[in-house]
């Protein structure tokens, strides 16, 4: 393997060095990781059945969950295989083009995930403020180019941090201290100026991240207040419970994101933060099946109509 193209500072391929300082334990680290990763596939690849299969959930509060069942699923397959690989068999090169892709889709699906959580908490606005109109207003239609909408938003603000990486000279070396290919993590080892890089990349986490979580607060804001409004506290608690699920996932995803890049290495040991950004990636596709399993009663009678189905089916033969 050559480390430079030609005489460009291009290098050919980088070499993700896992976590170091814990070189010794990756193989026991990959075992949470993998099994976090197992319960993340079945479980969100079962959501969906469910959705798709049941009538009762052919909602659109039910369609943004499959949406974001869907994004979790290519969220967290972005990097965890690679990183497992990395764990298990200390397979650490990573094609230049290869590592560029993934760096690209990891800040996508991110991306991604960030706004289907903003639509959900905009279809909670709508159940709870608009219930007559619910249907009518949330129609197929404006779902599918509302989610349309949310992947091409972080399409396009993604593109330009790839091609700022990609133009990059590397001379320091090819070795990036992580799991996974993340924009800064790869700018950082470039003997560039990466400032540009730097700002880019606040002015992406602005736009999603700040613009959507903007969308949430205006919209359980006047959740609350609609709520509030109601005379029958039966109401007022039952109006209140369809949201309970969603707030759940809000915590799940914007806490670890949080932590992640609020501390970003700096103040705390560089494999802790390794650790961290990797549950970052693993914790809402891990999490988001089971919360919306236990919390929302029409998930769980249809998981139970799917298995006394089964059941009843086993007992024909």
């Not at 193209?5 to 193989?27: K, M, R, W, Y």
């Not at 549950?279 to 298995?307: A, C, D, H, W």
Request: glycine share 6%; charged share 10%; with cysteine.
């Amino acid at each position: 393997m050559s480390f430079l193209n030609g005489t460009s500072l291009t290098p050919a391929s980088f070499i993700l060095n896992g976590i170091p300082g814990l070189e010794d334990v990756h193989l026991w680290i990959s075992f949470p990781l993998c099994t976090m990763y197992s319960i993340a596939i079945t479980g969100n690849f079962g959501l969906m059945y469910l959705i798709y299969c049941d009538e009762a959930l052919h909602r659109p509060m039910y369609v943004f969950l499959a949406l974001l069942s869907f994004t979790d699923v290519l969220m967290c397959t972005s990097t965890l295989p690679n990183t497992l690989f990395i764990l298990w068999f200390n397979l650490k090169e990573i094609d230049f083009k290869a590592c560029l892709a993934q760096m690209f889709f990891v800040h996508t699906f991110t991306g991604m995930e960030s706004g289907v959580l903003m639509l959900m908490a905009l279809d909670r606005y709508v159940a709870v403020c608009f219930p007559l109109r619910y249907a009518t207003i949330l129609t197929n239609s404006v779902i599918a180019k509302a989610g349309f909408l949310t992947f091409l938003r972080g399409v396009m603000l993604v593109i330009p941090s790839t091609f700022l990486t990609k133009r990059l000279p590397y001379c320091k070396g090819n070795v990036i201290p992580h799991t996974y290919c993340d924009h800064m993590s790869v700018a950082k080892i470039s003997c560039g100026n990466v400032r540009v890089n730097a700002i880019y990349g606040l002015i992406v986490a602005l736009l999603i991240g700040g613009f959507d979580i903007l969308c949430i607060t205006i919209s359980y804001t006047m959740i609350l207040r609609a709520v509030v409004s109601l005379s029958s506290a039966d109401a007022r608690q039952k109006a209140f419970s369809t949201c309970t699920a969603h707030i759940c996932a809000i915590v799940i995803t914007y806490v670890p994101a949080f932590f992640t890049h609020r501390f970003g290495g700096h103040t705390i040991p560089p494999h802790i933060h390794i650790i961290m950004a990797n549950l970052y990636l693993l914790m809402p596709p891990t999490m988001n099946p089971i919360v919306y399993g236990v919390k929302t009663r029409q998930v769980r009678e249809s998981v139970i109509r799917f298995f006394l189905k089964g059941k009843d089916n086993s007992h024909t033969f």
